[in-house]
């Protein structure tokens, strides 16, 4: 099984609150039983979260070698240049290592999206603007970091899609079970065997 998740913001990619803090976690949103997250996506970001009850696909979803391409938007703050999106699509050095190249454009017209709460901060006198990224690893915080790098600090971060997935039709806090699994990936065929 399969399911989409949009998630809010402030909610913890987990079912129990360890801390026992009181934050929000998937545990309020009445996932079918036995689903688990496949991957994370921080607290204070929002969007597309895949869930599934089967290891071996959660496996797929998320390990990098399979490269499952994932689309953020995210409302920066500042004017973006071409200049700083190269940097962005050429890769950038962070604390960890230089990043893989990514994809990223300024979007003309910001995403028509759910109001957050808490609402994003407003500045009058500091410019924001929303980029498209896409990323093909998926470290830490890595947009965010990445976006810092050149400049461009990240207000709101939402994930729009993962692989051929994606949050269309789903209002902040609603999920939906999908079908179109991917298709398992063909047996490899058994290595001959020297003749003796």
């Keep these: 099984m399969l399911v989409l998740l949009n998630k809010p913001y402030g909610v913890l990619t ?3 609150d360890r801390g026992a803090t009181g934050r929000r976690t998937l545990a309020e949103f009445g996932l079918p039983a036995d689903v688990y997250p496949a991957g994370r996506l921080d607290m204070d970001s ?4 895949l ?3 089967d290891g071996a696909l959660a496996h797929r979803l998320t390990d990098p070698k399979h490269k499952e391409a994932k689309t953020y938007w995210v409302q920066v703050e500042g004017a973006p240049t071409e200049a700083q999106l190269r940097q962005l699509r050429d890769g950038v050095l962070l604390n960890d290592g230089p ?3 990514a994809g990223a454009e300024l979007l ?33 915080r890595q947009v965010r970091r990445m976006t810092a790098a050149v400049g461009l600090p ?4 939402v994930r729009a899609r993962m692989g051929r997935w994606s949050l269309d039709g789903l209002a902040s806090g609603q999920w939906r079970v999908v079908e179109d699994t991917p298709a398992p990936r063909p047996a490899r065929p058994p290595a001959k065997r020297p003749m003796r």
């Excluded at 990240?154 to 971060?157: A, K, N, S």
């Design 51 to 53: 869930l599934t009850d």
């Design 154 to 157: 990240t207000l709101r971060l």
């Design 46 to 49: 929002e969007g597309l979260l």
């Design 14 to 16: 987990q079912f129990s």
């Design 108 to 140: 003309e017209v910001a995403p028509a999206l759910w109001p957050r709460d808490p609402p994003v901060r407003f500045r009058k006198t500091v410019p924001d603007a929303w980029l498209a990224i896409t990323l093909r690893e998926g470290r830490n």
């Design 99 to 101: 990043t893989l190249p």
